[in-house]
């Protein structure tokens, strides 16, 4: 476990609170937590401690053992060559505030896990030639300190961003990203992170998909023949600011379950999605942006985090446990200061249920006690 500041890594106590409570059994795979305000927290000296202890090197020696992976959405570290030249733009928040403020809001939970997870949709380039369109998203290679600082460890790099400045803005922004330590998948790069005897194998591609299909046995079987435990497929799918997910999605996520991913993660609404829970794991249609310099005030601030726990053997994992994280893309009421925070009481409620209307196949929740 990283050693970091720990105060949220209890949470919030599966879908608490509101109305679609009572008449819904358990699920002991996924669920929603939140600290008790009166919850003492253990100071972090004695996590040190308990991290060193000769007894705690050995157990970690022995399997089977616990492995958390943190999934968050949509991350654009930059923006576009018109909104630089706002006051409110990304860049201008990075000189005031540094690179350790993006992500500040969601240290206790990414600084907890053993992995995090986003899409990064853009590019880390001098570049100047770009494509043709509407949004092109740029930021300095310097921008990877904003990731290491906020304790992101991998990304995937599938989706319709990656070559807004073209090839040479992609083959940059892959060799800044690797050279920043991150480790980077995606659009035919098999990722591989490796931590205390677990490795994670991950994949993604983005649209547009062939008939609706996208097969990805061959690349989980690549994954699996490194050593690779767990194996992560990410998608770039469905519609932008359309709640329900699509036909396509559903078919390309179950067909990756199917394939032998150990979970799914999707991209690119730009907003919430439901879930499905499919053969003992899960399909998360779209978890939402994340840090997005992309847009200097979103309409839709709703977001969460999947935070996904894994008891993994020699050479496999057992089905995921999944805690929704319900967060806010700011604090702010107005505008944005590209800082996401996790989500508190009825905005919470909010979020979650939001999602829970979207779902499929999970309707086994119990609500927990607040």
Known sequence: MKRLPIALLMMISLFAGSACAEAMPINPNLTYERLAEDEAMPELVDVLDEATDPDDAQAAQSWPRTFTVTLAGDTTLGSTDDLRKRDD????????????????????????????????EGTLTEATEKKEKKFNFKGPAEYTDILTLGSVEAVTIANNHTLDYGTQGREDTIANLEGAGITVSGNGILGVYEKDGVKVGMTGYCFPYTDGKKDI??????????????????????????????????????????????????????????????????????????VFGGNVDPDDRDAYAARVTFTVHEDHAEAPQVTIVPLRLTALEDGTDYRPVIAEGEEADRIVNRILRRSYKMDDFENGTW
């Open 89 to 120: 733009c990304f860049e201008r928040v990075a000189e005031e505030k540094g690179y350790g403020w993006f992500f500040s809001g969601l240290t206790d939970l990414f600084a907890t896990d053993d992995l995090t997870l986003v899409n990064f």
């Open 217 to 290: 046995s061959a690349d989980v079987e690549a994954l699996r023949e490194m050593g690779c435990q767990i194996v992560i497929a990410s998608f770039h799918w469905g519609s932008e600011y359309r709640e329900d997910f699509t036909a396509e999605q559903r078919n390309i996520g179950r067909a990756a379950i199917k394939a032998g991913a150990d979970i799914v993660v999707g991209h690119h609404p730009h907003i919430v999605q439901g879930i499905e829970r499919y053969e003992d794991s899960y399909i998360l249609y779209s978890v939402g942006n994340l």
